[in-house]
């Protein structure tokens, strides 16, 4: 692993405990105000963090992996229930895991807003952040 990697690690996992991982990349931080996204985390919106998939290593097991769209899968623990991942098949390089699950949560910072039209009125963090709409139209 070089110097840059070892810097860039970040480590973080489920609530239980029983899946964990490390990523060895700059992640891209977004608020996600789509309806899929508030739909699965139960939350007014969703904090994502942007990697390659080939930079995530899963130490303990790996999350299960449904289908949550015709477009999309989300991965999550099956014991304690915590949602971690989601992936496009348009984008099968690229995973997003979600911030809360970080170790550190305060080290990534959201730097814009996607789905921007399904943002809930009362919202207001990252109001002042770059935006654009969804692009699904399944």
């Not at 489920?14 to 060895?24: A, D, E, F, M, S």
């Not at 990349?25 to 390659?52: E, N």
């Not at 943002?119 to 963090?125: A, P, T």
Request: contains cysteine; proline residues 6%.
């Amino acid at each position: 692993m070089t110097a840059q990697a070892i810097a860039l690690e970040r480590t973080g996992g489920c609530l239980c405990g029983k899946i964990r991982y490390r990523v060895t990349a700059d992640p891209r931080v977004h608020y996600c105000h789509c309806d899929m996204c508030r739909r699965a985390t139960g939350s007014a919106f969703a904090v994502l963090a942007w990697v390659s998939s080939g930079s995530v290593s899963w130490l303990c097991e790996a999350p299960a992996v449904r289908r949550s769209s015709p477009i999309a899968q989300r991965g999550f623990c099956q014991a304690c229930g915590s949602p971690l991942t989601l992936s496009y098949d348009a984008d099968p390089g690229q995973i997003a895991l979600h911030v809360g699950t970080f170790d550190k949560p305060e080290e990534l910072e959201p730097h814009h807003n996607y789905g921007s039209s399904q943002r809930l009125g009362w919202v207001c963090c990252g109001i002042d952040l770059p935006h654009r709409d969804t692009e699904e139209r399944w």
